[in-house]
């Protein structure tokens, strides 16, 4: 009878002197169900695509003046960046005198973050929404910010904040980009990629649009709401995410469709396909239509 699998003995993230104090050896620190993210540090094979879990390790060995920044920030506070790609490390901000370093589970950042630039969340310490959006001017594109932008205006982030932050950030990189991303926000985005969709439209030099714009028949009965609309001029934008491919969604879409067309309308359909891989035709083509 074959002899049973010797079970784990790490069940949280910890670094090898919190093993050593439990009693696990080097030996037992090898098991094939323990990831071993850095030098140091260990974390239950199935935690290893958690996020907290990931957080909770690299805070292990950091200082404790240390603040979760930049991507890690974003996801904390439930943000979503589209056009960045996926970074399973953890983003740190440590002090500039610090001997912290980059590993292959930690990307740290150097910079002073003041008091009231720090927030604690679910027991997490990190950066402000105000300070981790101007760390992010500085590494993500401006259709990413954008979406960022949007969602901040979205949770109620008061909007004369922002030129509060640009003013105490003047000589930071991405400020300016910042500062051009705040023109174009709009709390009525609908998602991340339509945000992305409208910074593509800024950048063309085409007219803004107006968002969630209702669409009505000659008698005022309601055949719809569109993400982005030229009123005046009778054109309509849909940004068609994935949950536009479920039939149900797809047939409402259909019909919706043929009542703005049939009111003197013309509509346009992009998919993230279009807005990421053929950008300047979107463009051109929202621009013929505009005429």
Do not use: K
């Not at 954008?146 to 105490?168: G, H, I």
């Not at 019909?255 to 979107?282: H, T, Y």
Request: aromatic share 4%.
């Amino acid at each position: 009878m074959p002899t049973p699998p010797v079970p784990s003995r790490v069940h949280r993230p910890t670094d090898r002197r919190t093993a050593r104090a439990e009693g696990i050896t080097e030996w037992q620190l090898r098991h094939r169900d323990i990831l071993r993210t850095s030098r140091d540090t260990y974390l239950p094979g199935s935690a290893a695509a958690d996020l907290r879990s990931r957080i909770h390790a690299v805070l292990l060995g950091a200082p404790a003046s240390a603040v979760l920044s930049h991507l890690t920030a974003a996801a904390v506070w439930g943000f979503e960046l589209p056009l960045v790609r996926d970074d399973a490390r953890v983003h740190l901000t440590v002090g500039p005198a610090s001997r912290v370093r980059s590993r292959a589970d930690r990307r740290v950042h150097c910079s002073v973050v003041p008091e009231p630039e720090r927030r604690v969340l679910a027991g997490l310490p990190v950066t402000s929404p105000s300070r981790t959006w101007i760390d992010l001017a500085a590494v993500v594109p401006a259709g990413a910010l954008l979406a960022l932008t949007d969602q901040m205006l979205a949770r109620r982030f008061p909007a004369d904040e922002f030129p509060r932050v640009l003013a105490r950030s003047r000589g930071r990189r991405g400020v300016a980009l910042a500062r051009s991303v705040l023109a174009c926000a709009d709390p009525l985005a609908g998602s991340p990629m339509e945000s992305v969709l409208r910074w593509l439209i800024h950048e063309a030099g085409l007219p803004r649009p107006v968002l969630q714009h209702v669409i009505r028949d000659a008698s005022g009965a309601f055949l719809g709401q569109v993400d982005l609309a030229w009123p005046s001029l009778r054109v309509a934008v849909e940004f068609d995410g994935d949950v536009h491919r479920e039939r149900r969604v797809f047939v409402r879409d259909l019909r919706r469709q043929n009542g703005i067309i049939l009111a003197g309308w013309q509509l346009l359909r992009f998919s993230s396909s279009d807005v990421l891989g053929r950008p300047g035709v979107v463009t051109g083509t929202i621009g013929q239509a505009l005429g």
